[in-house]
C-alpha cells in the first residue's frame, strides 16, 4: 500500500514546471529547507521574520495545485528552488503549502509521500492547534517531519522525526474526543480564536485527513458537506472513517471512500477564505 503514495497525485503533480524538482536534495533536512524559502506563512512568519504580506496578497492563499504553485512562484524570481527567495517573492500560503510542495518533491524523488492534517501541541501551550505535516515511507515504516519547522530552532524534539505525542491526526484527534475525554474546545486555531475550534472543527480534520489519504489535498478551510457531528448516524460513521484513517495501508479507507455513497468523497467543495470569502470550488 505505501507505493500508492509514490505517484504525484492531481494537486501535488508539477506538470510543466517537473524540472524544477530535478536535483534537488533527498535528504528531509534539505528538503524543509527549500519549502521555507518558498512559502511565507500568511499570519504566523511575521513574528519570525518581520514581514506581514499586504492585504491583496491573501488571495494567494488558496493557490490549490503544485503547478499553480510553482509558476506563481516562478513569476516572483526565476531562481532556483535551493536559493531563498526574499520574503516578498515567497507564495503566501500556509503549513499545507509547505507540506504539499515537500510531498511533491518526494513524490518526484520516487518516494512514498503523503500529507497528514491534523493538530501540533508544539506551537501553543497546552493547545492542540491545526497544522498539516508530511509522511514519508522508510522502507519499515512511516517517517512524519513537519517541513515548515526551522531545524536550526530547538522545538523540544526532532521535528524531521516526530515522536507521536507532537501530532495527531484528524482521526485520532476525534477519537480522542469521542472516547478518551478530551475537550474539544481545544482544538483549533489558537486559545485566541474563540470561533474555529471544536466539535466541527475536529471533524472537519478528520474529513481532511481522509481526502489526503486518498491523495486528495484539500486546502484547510475546504468544508464538505454530508457528514456532521451530532447526528448518531454520521457519528458512527465518522468513528469507523476515524478508525481506519489509522491504518490506511490497509486499503480498507480508500475502499469504502470509493464503494460506499455515505464515504464518498465529494467532487466540489465550500472553500471559506480567510480573507475573501466562501465559494464552491471542484476538486480534483
Same mark, same amino acid.
Not at 511565507?40 to 491573501?58: C, K, N, T
Not at 484528524?170 to 482544538?187: H, I, L, T, V
Given at each position: ?52 504580506? &499586504? ?6 492563499? =488558496? ?20 536559493e531563498p527567495h526574499a520574503y516578498q517573492n515567497r507564495l503566501v500560503g500556509c503549513c499545507r503549502d509547505f507540506s504539499l510542495l515537500a510531498c511533491a518533491i518526494l513524490r ?12 501540533? =501541541? ?56 469521542? =472516547? ?10 489558537? &486559545?485566541?480564536?474563540? =470561533? ?89
Open positions: 500500500m505505501p507505493d500508492f503514495y509514490i505517484a504525484q497525485s492531481p494537486t501535488s503533480d508539477p506538470g510543466r514546471y517537473a524540472y524544477l524538482f530535478d536535483g534537488l536534495p533527498a535528504d528531509l533536512a534539505g528538503i524543509a529547507r527549500i519549502t521555507q524559502g518558498l512559502v511565507y506563512h500568511y499570519f504566523a512568519d511575521r513574528h519570525f521574520y518581520g514581514w506581514a504580506p &499586504p492585504q491583496e496578497r491573501l488571495p494567494e492563499i =488558496n493557490t490549490r495545485m503544485m503547478e499553480r504553485i510553482l509558476a506563481t512562484l516562478l513569476a516572483k524570481d526565476d531562481h532556483p528552488l535551493t518526484h524523488q520516487g518516494r512514498a509521500a503523503r500529507v497528514r492534517h491534523g493538530f501540533a =501541541n508544539y506551537l501553543a501551550l497546552d493547545w492542540w492547534f491545526d497544522h498539516v505535516v508530511v509522511e514519508v515511507w522508510e522502507g519499515a515504516r512511516w517517517r512524519r517531519f513537519d517541513p515548515e519547522l526551522p531545524v536550526e530552532r530547538e522545538w523540544g524534539f526532532d521535528t524531521l522525526d516526530m515522536p507521536a505525542e507532537s501530532f495527531v491526526t484528524g482521526g485520532r484527534a476525534w477519537q480522542m474526543c469521542r =472516547n478518551e475525554g478530551a475537550d474539544p474546545d481545544r482544538f483549533g486555531l489558537g &486559545p485566541d480564536e474563540q =470561533n474555529v475550534r471544536g466539535w466541527w472543527f475536529v471533524r472537519e480534520r478528520l474529513q481532511l485527513d481522509v481526502a489526503a489519504l486518498n491523495k486528495i489535498e484539500l486546502l484547510c478551510w475546504d468544508g464538505m458537506e454530508g457528514l456532521r457531528e451530532g447526528r448518531p448516524a454520521d457519528e458512527a460513521i465518522l468513528d469507523a472513517m476515524a478508525a481506519l484513517s489509522l491504518d490506511p495501508d490497509s486499503g480498507e479507507l480508500q475502499a469504502r471512500c470509493q464503494s460506499d455513497d455515505r464515504w464518498r468523497l465529494p467532487s466540489s467543495v465550500t472553500c471559506f477564505h480567510p480573507a475573501v470569502g466562501s465559494s464552491v470550488v471542484a476538486v480534483a
